[in-house]
């Protein structure tokens, strides 16, 4: 993975618990590099685990709200640092939509070896979207957290329900409907 999902996962756990602590739950994750992180970097997937999982044992907030909570941090720092993949996006639904053909193929130019999720989108009605995510990565609840933050940052509210997709790992259909 990316050293920048890293960083900002740092980033993220230094806000909401201090440098400090960030430190100590850092140097007992037994990470492969002690926990130092560069944005170019690359590094494997268990050890974002790991972090999000000593962070999980030291505040006590389960593994799953963490991930969540970290998609929306990295939806603010794509709006942030990325802002030409939203232009001309006018809701959720054509930002999602623009994942795989406009987004992730602009990564794969300045990031070549990145390995990055699939989503396949189908547009059921103007208020209801089907977004299947696919990763070689346990971050499910990582991606559901990125959709929660992408119909804030258009304002939107939606029952977002989801299933497993079966005899896939880590692939989940999202079923997106928008509330009126």
Not at 7 to 27: I, P, S, Y
């Amino acid at each position: 993975m990316k050293g920048t999902i890293f960083v900002e996962l740092v980033n993220m756990a230094e806000e909401a618990f201090g440098e400090d602590v960030v430190d100590e739950v850092l140097e007992n994750a037994d990470l492969e590099n002690g926990g130092a992180f560069t944005t170019v970097g690359n590094y494997p997937c268990s050890e974002l685990i790991k972090i999000v999982v000593a962070f999980s044992e030291h505040s006590g907030i389960s593994a799953e709200k963490l991930q969540r909570m970290f998609g929306h941090w990295m939806m603010n720092h794509f709006v942030e640092n990325y802002a030409e993949f939203f232009e001309g996006k006018n809701d959720s639904f054509s930002l999602l939509e623009a994942v795989d053909g406009e987004i992730h193929v602009e990564v794969k130019k300045l990031y070549p070896d990145a390995e990055l999720p699939e989503f396949a989108t189908d547009r059921l009605s103007d208020d209801r979207l089907k977004l299947t995510y696919s990763s070689p990565r346990p971050l499910v609840e990582f991606c559901h957290g990125m959709v929660e933050a992408c119909l804030e940052r258009y304002d939107q509210k939606a029952q977002v329900d989801r299933c497993p997709v079966p005899h896939q790992e880590n692939a989940t259909d999202f079923d997106i409907r928008l509330e009126k």
